[in-house]
């Protein structure tokens, strides 16, 4: 069985410039997550999506990051423009079904530098 | 604001005896636990998960909840080198629309 894919694996941008990262989740999941995790902390929830709509986005930073999964399947997540501090590792994760028992799985991950 | 605490370390143990990781959270009503572990510059990987009080052991991992105290524990005997990591507690929510939450996670390292 396939793993949740996600690219590009490394990304390194200038502030104020644009980046874009693409996940795949496991086939049949029907819940996608978006994780930032800057180094030296835990992973923080961005955005959940369950199927194609969205359960949780409290802690995205509205203003500059962006996310979607149409067709419930595989999902983007932008940051435009980018800061500084928005320099971590972005996990795509994705589950079976929803809820706070779910045992998550997780793509290897896009490490974002940015200068 | 829901917490979960762990000692961010690192943990040195030598290798072959028990190492002892702990996590302490703050939602009182919280009904999964999970222990993920992370090498360097890898992403998290399930090793356990644990929802009643006790203990519960897979190979050399055991995890333990105490929810009279909001706290979960990871033991793993007989440390080999290969279990250096990153070890991320994370717990999860009685009601389904709330996260998971992620502890900053323990660095633990076997010294052959």
């Known amino acids: 069985e396939a793993g949740v894919a996600q690219s590009p694996r490394y990304k390194i941008i200038e502030k104020r410039q644009s980046v874009a990262f693409w996940c795949n989740p496991i086939?049949?999941?029907?819940?996608l997550y978006w994780y930032q995790q800057i180094l030296g902390q835990g992973p923080k929830l961005l955005i959940q999506f369950q199927n194609n709509g969205v359960v949780d986005d409290s802690q995205l930073p509205k203003d500059r990051f962006s996310a979607e999964r149409l067709k419930g399947v595989d999902s983007t997540l932008k940051i435009q423009p980018a800061k500084l501090e928005d320099s971590a590792v972005y996990l795509c994760?994705?589950?079976?079904?929803?809820?706070?028992?779910?045992?998550?799985?997780f793509g290897s991950g896009t490490q974002l530098s940015v200068l | 604001q829901k917490e979960v605490e762990q000692n961010s370390g690192p943990l040195s143990v030598p290798e072959g005896a028990i190492a002892s990781l702990n996590c302490t959270y703050s939602d009182r009503v919280s009904q999964s636990f999970f222990w993920y572990r992370q090498y360097s510059g890898k992403s998290p990987e399930l090793i356990m998960s644990?929802?009643?009080?006790g203990d519960k052991e897979d190979g050399r991992f055991t995890a333990q909840l105490n929810k009279a105290s909001q706290y979960v524990s990871l033991l793993i005997r007989d440390s080999q080198p290969s279990d250096s990591a990153t070890y991320l507690c994370?717990?999860?929510?009685?009601?389904?629309?709330?996260?998971?939450?992620f502890g900053k996670g323990t660095r633990l390292h076997i010294l052959p």
């Open positions: 644990i929802y009643s009080n």
């Open positions: 086939s049949g999941h029907a819940t």
């Open positions: 994760a994705s589950s079976l079904g929803r809820g706070g028992n779910e045992k998550l799985f």
């Open positions: 994370a717990v999860g929510p009685m009601n389904r629309d709330d996260k998971i939450i």
